[in-house]
């Protein structure tokens, strides 16, 4: 597996694909909503893994260079679940965030996490903030941090 920051239009354009194929044919949200003006913003950084040069899971990285960072849009294509990749995928964001900061600085992060993968996240080390459970799209949410 190989954690890459995309940034060649044929990186972005899988991307895009992949993020396509999870949240708006699988999970049903629609294609106007996915992509979004902040990922275009020059503070947001996109990440993925690669399995044999396939792009087999991605996200976002936001509001990069602040205390508080903000991540979103992570998925593993549906062929590629439970084998470790999603775990892949958010240690080397961490180590992404940890990289881009003074050794004296902490950063937060934050997201607001589709409520099935609760157990995913906290099994990373995420606690759940105030605890609210809120539908974006009719699929519940509820918002997490951590600091590294
Ligand atoms: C949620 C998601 C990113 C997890 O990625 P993954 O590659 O399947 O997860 P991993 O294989 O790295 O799982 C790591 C561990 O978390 C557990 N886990 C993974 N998904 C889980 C879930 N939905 N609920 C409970 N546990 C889960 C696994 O059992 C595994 O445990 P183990 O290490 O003890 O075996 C992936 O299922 C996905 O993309 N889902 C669809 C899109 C989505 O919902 N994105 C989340 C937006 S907030």
């Not at 993968?117 to 519940?140: R, T, W």
């Amino acid at each position: 597996m190989e954690y890459k920051i995309l940034k060649t239009k044929e990186e972005l354009e899988q991307m895009y694909k992949l993020r396509k194929e999870v949240f708006v044919d699988e999970q049903k949200i629609p294609l106007e909503f996915e992509k979004d003006e902040k990922d275009d913003l020059l503070d947001t950084v996109h990440v993925g893994v690669f399995l044999n040069e396939k792009l087999v899971a991605t996200a976002r990285i936001m509001k990069f260079n602040d205390d508080v960072v903000y991540f979103g849009r992570a998925c593993v294509s549906k062929k590629c679940r439970s084998l470790g990749v999603g775990k892949f995928l958010f240690l080397n964001m961490e180590k992404t965030v940890i990289e881009n900061k003074k050794s004296n600085e902490k950063r937060t992060i934050k997201f607001s996490a589709q409520y099935h993968a609760l157990k995913f996240y906290q099994m990373l080390g995420y606690s759940v903030d105030d605890g609210k459970i809120f539908l974006e799209f009719s699929i519940k949410h509820i918002k997490m941090s951590k600091i590294v």
